[in-house]
């Protein structure tokens, strides 16, 4: 099956991608527009023809600042192959009111949120696909006890969080800015730590929800440590990982020991490779159309 993705250029983008790509023979195509300037709806429509898909998906943003294609460009799109609008952060209120207008508009085959908020208000809500072939093969040495890889902003909910426990030494960080070059060192990095601790905020910082680190730690090998407040416990069991209230994080952490982490890990690590394989993911979308 012939995928394209029509997509802005942000992060996490090219591992959903890669999802798809590690378990269909024919590869994707992906067409990137640029948000921040006015948007060629002409190219887009010709590139994805040209293409000749079976399947379209279209990242996007939710407006602000933001230049969108058109209504037009997504309806001429739906005549070309079912398409599906794949949504990051479904379940952020700012998502909201797009989300019905394109519904309204009748601009998609199925709206879907892989953001795991079960109040989201699209067509089907799942978790986010995981390109797992990196997280294969022998596993390195775990040296790092309670380790984070991503990105936080300054003053934002996940630096209140994370940084008190860098100064303290209880987590190490690496910082990610672009998925698409640094995945294989963001994989290797979380394959070397017993435990990684998860920040489960939204765009907005209003809400949580279900990161894809959440899965990441689980092909990875590695405990979970998930804020209290996250939905995860809809998608995992919560026997399967750990969990931390605002401001506690930092005496879970010391609390546990390497026993207890190593049993958690192996737990979660069975289940995500049980249910969440990124056929798996897929999968659901596909049956929905």
């Known amino acids: 099956m012939k995928a394209v993705f029509v997509t802005t250029p ?30 060629d709806n002409a190219d887009i429509i010709h590139r994805t023809a040209a293409a000749k898909p ?12 933001m230049w969108l294609p058109t209504i037009e460009t997504f309806k001429v799109l739906r005549e070309m192959a079912p398409s599906i609008n794949l949504i990051f952060d479904g379940g952020d209120k700012p ?23 079960l109040d989201s208000p699209v067509d089907l809500v799942t978790t986010a696909p995981v390109d797992t072939r990196l997280f294969d093969g022998d596993s390195p040495p775990k040296d790092i006890f309670c380790g984070i890889s991503g990105n936080i902003g300054r003053g934002d909910q996940r630096s209140k969080i994370i940084n008190p426990l860098i100064c303290k030494g ?32 939204t765009g907005s910082g209003k809400t949580h929800h279900v990161k894809q680190r959440v899965f990441e730690t689980g092909f990875a090998g590695a405990a979970l440590l998930e804020c ?21 994080a930092s005496r879970v952490i010391k609390d ?8 958690k ?10 249910h969440y394989m990124p056929q798996q993911v897929y999968g659901k979308m596909l049956d929905r159309l």
């Open 54 to 65: 079976d399947i379209i998906f279209y990242i996007g943003g939710c407006g602000g600042p």
């Open 170 to 201: 209880l987590v190490k960080m690496r910082r990610r800015d672009v998925v698409g070059d640094g995945f294989p060192e963001h994989v290797d990095f979380m394959r070397r730590c017993q435990m990684i601790i998860n920040t489960s905020w």
């Open 10 to 39: 942000p992060n996490d983008v090219a591992n959903v991608i890669a999802a798809w790509d590690c378990w269909n023979e024919v590869k994707s195509e992906r067409i990137i527009f640029d948000y921040l300037k006015a948007i």
């Open 228 to 248: 209290a407040a996250a939905p995860t416990h809809h998608w995992i069991p919560p026997s399967h990982f750990f969990t931390y209230e605002n401001g506690q």
């Open 265 to 274: 890990g192996g737990m979660l690590q069975e289940y995500v490779r049980a």
């Open 256 to 263: 546990l020991s390497t026993e207890e982490i190593v049993e």
């Open 95 to 117: 998502w909201y009111m797009l989300i019905e207008e394109y519904r309204q508009q009748k601009c998609f085959d199925l709206q879907v949120t892989i953001d795991g908020r």
